[in-house]
DNA sequence: GGCTGGACGTCCACACTGTAGACTTACGAT
DNA sequence: ATCGTAAGTCTACAGTGTGGACGTCCAGCC
């Protein structure tokens, strides 16, 4: 049999594939396997246990995210990473859930909270006000990315269609259906839009801070 | 045997209990009735399968969240609702998991969302902006918790004792350690200050937005 | 009172999960 | 050629969600 060099990288890979796929839940060292052509077991021979595997998966997403370099401009360098993290996160639905759900960080992601600091160090930000710089935007791109999943609607794309299909229990919540209303109907209103305007309102306070305080 | 009126709500109390004391991998249908003195299955007359009693157990968790009454002054209204939140989401920390895992919403989602908007329907921001600003202040606090969550150490008491436990591999992240230095060595210094003063950062920017624009 | 229908709890069975442990195989170095 | 080791397989076990058959209690009726 042509032993075909199982490596942690193919494991995580068939296991963010099988996560693509059938979502988080079907990611089971079985299936992981099965991608793979091989038993389960196998995996156990690069792999901790599954915990282990997950822990690594949730940094697999972090090293996907574009990372800016210490010294460029800090507020580019913010948008930009905090665009890159919801286009993974959007692209991987399973990842934010995972993200979250570990404790134990990984290496990327070590190596993404150090950059972003130091990103922000180097724009002249203290200590205190880079970590609250730095917990402000990552919690804004996070619940943003969450908000957007969860809502019955492709946000990014032509909503009108999609409104037919979801029967949300809208009838005593004026205001909910008041906001579905406009976000669905208003022809050039794009729930997504509202990523840049938000990021931008925490900026403007960072920036402000910044210069103030 | 005395037939002890097995309600939905007691499987719901049930449920958080083992997630409180076990986490949610904790939360099986087994594990749930025992603690009910009662079989798996006897649950299914309640609860048509696991995933609608996670639901419903995320919906558990929102209709703890304490609510501002439609016509409140918007901006006590929401920093009152963004701290009950985050009480809530820090009394169950798998709360914040679970809540963020589901995807279709309950009841006490729904009347919560539909409230907070009226909320500031009423304090004069347009439909846009009354979205936008739900999104940003929604996906702070979560976030907030999260972060707060993840950090190896309670942010909210003492934080000295702790550093000598956690190794983080902190060697070759510099600001990373800085800002461990920090948070943990200044006495006086608090993460979970933060809190109000990153929500104060986005109800600013909200003011400023809703006389300006 | 006694009957009955339905609501509700129990039990067993099945497919599936993570993973310990013993086995086997194949390759690289001697 | 042989051996040691790394890396696969196989078997087994406890635990999971849940379908279906079965039992049992209670409310409402005569």
Known sequence: MAR?????????????????????????????????????MSLYHHVAN?????????DWVFA?????????????????????????????PWALGLVESRRTPGPALLHHHDTVLGCLRAGGFSVALASQAFAAIDSYVYGFVLTE????????????AF???????????????????????????????????GLELILDGLERRLGGD
């Open 149 to 160: 999943q969860r809502l019955p609607f492709d946000a990014a794309g032509e909503a009108g």
């Open 163 to 197: 409104v037919a299909d979801v029967d949300l229990p809208v009838g005593d919540h004026p205001h909910l259906a008041e906001m579905v209303d406009e976000i669905v109907m208003g022809g050039d209103y794009r729930f997504a839009d509202q990523f840049d305007d």
């Open 4 to 40: 075909v060099a199982l490596t942690s990288e193919k494991i995580l890979d068939a296991a963010a594939g099988v996560a693509d796929d059938g979502g988080l839940a079907a990611v089971s060292m079985r299936n992981v396997g099965r991608r793979l052509g091989v038993e389960a």
């Open 64 to 92: 996907r995210i574009e990372l800016p370099v210490v010294g460029d401009p800090w507020r580019p360098a913010m948008a930009a990473r905090a665009a890159s993290a919801r286009t993974v996160l959007a692209a991987h």
């Open 50 to 58: 599954k915990e282990a595997l997950l822990d690594q998966l949730a």
